[in-house]
DNA sequence: CCAAAAGTGTTTTCCATACACCCATGG
DNA sequence: CCATGGGTGTATGGAAAACACTTTTGG
């Protein structure tokens, strides 16, 4: 195994994967291309593509979500690893391992991406169909990720835009983990959090209707939140599993290696209406 | 990029490293073989090698764990994705993508392997020297995740015996975190948390000396902690760190995508006394 | 004036901390 | 009998959940 060879191994491609999340209309929604080509073509797959040879795969992603959202500063954009996925048999065609990335935009993203010939559309992630690929699972995966480091991370402001209030920030909270929160509790708990959220000088703005106008906050410093903010209990071991947050779909399946054994509860949209 | 071609790309390799830790003798020890080819020859690495054509790298990562560990039996134990390090660079001998896994060791494994040419030995993580290639960045992301998923997660277990006392159990979390942790606190918070460990129907043991005979624990079937069992205040986010935990060796560098902005503390052994 | 949303205050309950203390064993 | 480690009990402080209440806007 210390012998190199270029020669030694079936030639691997190298591929990412992206899982891109917004919040908007009050809804999870996901970034999703259709397939033209023959495996699995007609089916929703996640946006992606090859890892070049100059490239690491960290640049590829942000490549790729920059082509894919047909934005033109991704820079700012939160970008993470997520895993890596490499079953042999997961590409028909050839060995393809790919490294998955989670991306999340604040609301007001172009809706489709421009630099591709295959579209790009924003879909409510509930509801889904299967998707080609392993891709169901991996934006399964990417989903319980985003809604656990909700949980002990500043990531919610990363749905947001740059100047923000607190009911929005909330509303990313009560989007992704399919609850409510009580208001003046989540007030206080992100504002005692020192480095989560800073007030912006400038004045109070409207809610776009009614309501008292709302003071503007900006993402902080910090990263983790200590101690956490926590969500009822997600991961039901076994019995005694009242659901409540949308166990979406449940597409190209297999089981989790870490399994918090609390599966599907389709409760959100039954069927799936899905480009209304 | 929806073009496959086989020979549109350069060939990529694909490996995996493992970051293998274990509780022994109250510290915190790691699996590193001592390299015999030049790019890094005599220099410390992750044991680890390709992916071969048939097989995942889930499937490499534990196929490489028991020729290096030299266990005959390694399906119980705790293998787990860390990540996936792709920097152009970071093997100048070719692009050499690799997927990281973390492996958990109780601690009575065969002290070096046998399968393999390059011995691998234990080696206390703290006061490690520099490593090969992009090993130290890799074993310090390791590190931190133990640390972290200690805190939420049934992890610790994977560190025990099939039975242990609660004495272990805490010695495991103190070793970790490097942090004294009250006895009944953490005995009652354990045992609270249903599904963490479960008594034998076995009697009382012996701790090797004197002290009142411990109870016998299993792990039990749940991998979540709710609530989880926080430790002081890891990530200082920016300004009056008061840092705490054992900052260890901070070998090859780079600075993390992710940034949890408390980078280093050097407190441990300020210098790198390594290979004494 | 009413509805709706922001923001403040208060009470209650629970949990984590910090101890004090007893039990069982080896020397 | 004393040191050592396992195990139990208990008081206290602080934070979180629950909810009543005021403020400020648009219709």
């Known amino acids: 195994m210390e012998g190199y060879d270029k020669h ?38 996640l946006p992606g593509g090859f890892v070049l040879p ?36 997961r590409d028909p065609r050839m060995r393809v391992v790919s490294v998955a990335y989670t ?3 604040p609301d007001p ?16 992630y509930d509801g889904l169909g299967p998707l080609a690929f392993d891709h169901g699972r991996i934006l399964a995966d990417a ?7 909700l949980e ?32 003046p509790n989540f007030r206080r708990k992100v504002l005692a959090t020192a480095g989560f ?15 008292k106008p709302a003071a503007l906050y900006r993402a902080g410093a910090a990263t983790g939140l200590h101690p956490p903010l926590l969500r009822a209990a997600p991961p039901a071991p076994g019995p005694a599993g009242p659901q409540d947050s949308p166990g979406p779909q449940d597409p190209a399946a297999s089981s989790p290696s870490v399994s918090t054994a609390a599966s599907a509860s389709a409760l959100s949209s039954s069927s799936k209406g899905p480009s209304s």
Chains 1, 2 share one sequence.
């Open 152 to 183: 002990y991370t500043c990531l919610a402001t990363a749905f947001c835009p740059p100047e923000f209030t607190l009911g929005e920030l909330q509303q990313v909270y009560e989007t992704v983990w399919g609850a409510a929160l009580d208001r």
């Open 197 to 211: 959220v800073e007030p912006v000088p400038g004045a109070a703005r409207l809610t776009g209707g009614r309501g």
């Open 103 to 105: 991306a999340l935009l």
């Open 8 to 45: 030694a191994f079936e030639p691997f491609a190298v591929t990412v994967d992206l899982a891109v999340f917004t919040v908007r209309a009050g809804a999870l929604q996901v970034l999703l291309i259709e397939r033209g080509q023959e495996p699995y073509a007609g089916c929703r797959a």
């Open 143 to 149: 989903r319980e990720r985003i809604g656990a480091k």
């Open 109 to 124: 993203p172009e809706p489709r991406g421009g630099g591709d010939a295959a579209s790009a559309h924003w879909l409510p």
């Open 54 to 89: 100059a490239e690491s795969a960290e640049t590829a992603a942000r490549r790729e979500l920059a082509e894919e959202t047909g934005l033109a500063d991704v820079s700012g954009l939160h970008l993470e690893q997520l895993r890596t996925y490499s079953e042999p048999e």
